[in-house]
Nanobody
Framework: QVRLVESGGGLVQAGDSLRLACVVSGRAIATYTVAWFRQAPGKERDFVSSHHWRGARTYYKYYEDSVKGRFTISRDNDRNTVYLQMNSLKPEDTATYYC?????????????????WGQGTQVTVSS
């Protein structure tokens, strides 16, 4: 059984940074796409970033426009862990952040593209 556990969320001020982590068990993530989504209260779950395995040791990164230049996705396959470094946080980044894995096409941004999900970690950014 695949299990994803997110951590690293919290309450911060605008301009601060946070680093989210997602530890995956039950699946070796090296050949899977890993992604971060977020969901604000009353809104749909939206794509944030993905890290797509292209073959061999090639990975591509994709970002939603509003986080480009501020957020960085990375992975450590040896630790089976995915990270999201979030800098220059804004109040509009406030949401529950979820990690997900799946065998996807490139630049997969729909929730239906992903097979397994974590329970989420709350990020709150005050102004």
């Amino acid at each position: 059984q695949v299990r994803l556990v997110e951590s690293g969320g919290g309450l911060v001020q605008a301009g601060d940074s946070l680093r989210l982590a997602c530890v995956v068990s039950g699946r070796a993530i090296a050949t899977y796409t890993v992604a971060w989504f977020r969901q604000a209260p009353g809104k749909e779950r939206d794509f944030v970033s993905s890290h797509h395995w292209r073959g061999a040791r090639t990975y591509y990164k994709y970002y939603e426009d509003s986080v480009k230049g501020r957020f960085t996705i990375s992975r450590d396959n040896d630790r089976n862990t995915v990270y999201l470094q979030m800098n220059s946080l804004k109040p509009e980044d406030t949401a529950t952040y979820y990690c997900a894995t799946g065998r996807t096409s490139e630049d997969a941004r729909s929730t239906t593209d992903y097979e397994d999900w974590g329970q989420g970690t709350q990020v709150t950014v005050s102004s």
